[in-house]
Protein backbone atom coordinates (compact mmCIF):
# COMPACT_ATOMS: atom_id res chain seq x y z
CA UNK A 1 0.00 0.00 0.00
CA UNK A 2 1.04 3.65 -0.51
CA UNK A 3 0.24 6.31 1.28
CA UNK A 4 0.60 10.32 0.21
CA UNK A 5 0.53 12.78 3.46
CA UNK A 6 0.52 16.54 2.76
CA UNK A 7 0.70 19.32 5.21
CA UNK A 8 1.26 23.20 4.87
CA UNK A 9 -1.92 24.24 3.84
CA UNK A 10 -3.39 27.36 5.73
CA UNK A 11 -4.99 30.59 5.64
CA UNK A 12 -2.56 33.63 4.41
CA UNK A 13 -3.32 37.56 2.95
CA UNK A 14 -2.69 37.95 -0.46
CA UNK A 15 0.78 38.65 -1.32
CA UNK A 16 1.79 36.20 1.55
CA UNK A 17 3.62 33.01 1.63
CA UNK A 18 3.22 29.13 2.18
CA UNK A 19 4.98 25.65 1.96
CA UNK A 20 3.37 23.02 0.99
CA UNK A 21 5.12 19.14 1.67
CA UNK A 22 3.83 15.40 0.80
CA UNK A 23 5.47 12.58 1.85
CA UNK A 24 5.10 9.24 0.45
CA UNK A 25 5.36 6.02 1.95
CA UNK A 26 4.64 2.31 1.40
CA UNK A 27 5.74 -0.21 -0.33
CA UNK A 28 7.43 0.18 -3.83
CA UNK A 29 10.42 0.21 -5.85
CA UNK A 30 10.54 3.70 -7.13
CA UNK A 31 8.73 7.64 -7.70
CA UNK A 32 8.60 8.82 -11.04
CA UNK A 33 6.44 12.35 -11.54
CA UNK A 34 5.31 14.36 -8.92
CA UNK A 35 3.06 16.62 -9.09
CA UNK A 36 0.50 19.14 -7.30
CA UNK A 37 -2.91 19.69 -8.22
CA UNK A 38 -5.77 22.07 -6.95
CA UNK A 39 -9.46 22.01 -7.42
CA UNK A 40 -11.37 25.49 -6.56
CA UNK A 41 -15.12 25.24 -5.42
CA UNK A 42 -17.26 24.34 -8.38
CA UNK A 43 -14.16 24.34 -11.10
CA UNK A 44 -12.06 20.77 -12.21
CA UNK A 45 -9.10 19.81 -10.93
CA UNK A 46 -6.03 21.42 -12.83
CA UNK A 47 -2.23 21.08 -13.14
CA UNK A 48 -0.04 23.18 -10.88
CA UNK A 49 3.71 21.92 -11.07
CA UNK A 50 5.02 18.77 -11.60
CA UNK A 51 8.83 17.17 -11.23
CA UNK A 52 10.78 14.48 -12.90
CA UNK A 53 12.70 12.18 -11.01
CA UNK A 54 15.86 14.06 -12.16
CA UNK A 55 14.59 17.48 -11.75
CA UNK A 56 12.64 19.25 -14.23
CA UNK A 57 9.70 21.10 -14.05
CA UNK A 58 6.94 22.10 -15.12
CA UNK A 59 4.60 24.79 -14.42
CA UNK A 60 0.84 25.97 -15.06
CA UNK A 61 0.88 29.51 -16.58
CA UNK A 62 -1.03 30.96 -14.10
CA UNK A 63 1.74 30.07 -11.69
CA UNK A 64 4.89 30.57 -13.14
CA UNK A 65 7.76 32.91 -11.27
CA UNK A 66 5.65 32.56 -8.47
CA UNK A 67 5.87 29.24 -7.18
CA UNK A 68 8.25 26.14 -6.92
CA UNK A 69 8.37 22.78 -6.74
CA UNK A 70 11.34 20.51 -5.34
CA UNK A 71 11.58 16.86 -4.43
CA UNK A 72 14.11 15.17 -2.00
CA UNK A 73 14.15 11.71 -3.43
CA UNK A 74 16.21 10.21 -0.11
CA UNK A 75 12.84 11.50 1.62
CA UNK A 76 10.43 10.57 -0.93
CA UNK A 77 8.82 14.06 -0.09
CA UNK A 78 7.74 16.95 -2.57
CA UNK A 79 7.55 20.56 -1.54
CA UNK A 80 5.85 23.38 -3.61
CA UNK A 81 6.68 26.76 -2.16
CA UNK A 82 3.99 29.11 -3.04
CA UNK A 83 4.62 33.02 -3.07
CA UNK A 84 2.34 35.90 -3.98
CA UNK A 85 -0.40 34.04 -3.04
CA UNK A 86 -3.63 35.68 -4.89
CA UNK A 87 -7.19 34.94 -4.09
CA UNK A 88 -7.45 33.28 -7.28
CA UNK A 89 -4.89 30.69 -5.92
CA UNK A 90 -7.88 29.65 -3.10
CA UNK A 91 -8.11 26.31 -3.30
CA UNK A 92 -7.61 22.44 -2.05
CA UNK A 93 -4.20 21.31 -3.55
CA UNK A 94 -3.82 17.49 -4.15
CA UNK A 95 -0.26 15.62 -4.48
CA UNK A 96 0.20 13.28 -7.02
CA UNK A 97 2.74 10.51 -7.31
CA UNK A 98 3.25 7.64 -10.50
CA UNK A 99 4.65 4.94 -8.29
CA UNK A 100 6.56 1.82 -9.57
CA UNK A 101 5.20 -0.70 -7.60
CA UNK A 102 6.96 -3.91 -6.50
CA UNK A 103 4.95 -6.05 -9.08
CA UNK A 104 6.60 -3.52 -11.83
CA UNK A 105 3.35 -1.38 -12.71
CA UNK A 106 3.14 2.36 -12.95
CA UNK A 107 0.61 3.66 -10.72
CA UNK A 108 -1.33 7.34 -9.69
CA UNK A 109 -1.93 7.49 -6.41
CA UNK A 110 -3.31 10.92 -4.58
CA UNK A 111 -3.28 12.48 -1.34
CA UNK A 112 -6.04 13.62 0.89
CA UNK A 113 -5.54 17.31 0.15
CA UNK A 114 -4.56 20.60 1.86
CA UNK A 115 -6.91 23.53 1.65
CA UNK A 116 -5.37 26.78 0.89
CA UNK A 117 -6.42 30.17 1.21
CA UNK A 118 -5.44 33.04 0.35
CA UNK A 119 -7.79 35.97 1.74
CA UNK A 120 -7.84 39.85 3.97
Known amino acids: QVQLVESGGGLVQPGGSLRLSCAVS????????MGWYRQAPGKQRELVAI???????EYADSVKGRFTIARDNAKNTVYLQVNSLKPEDTAVYYC??????????????WGQGTQVTASS
Open 96 to 109: NAEVLTNRGMYLDY
Open 26 to 33: GNFVSINV
Open 51 to 57: ITSGGSA
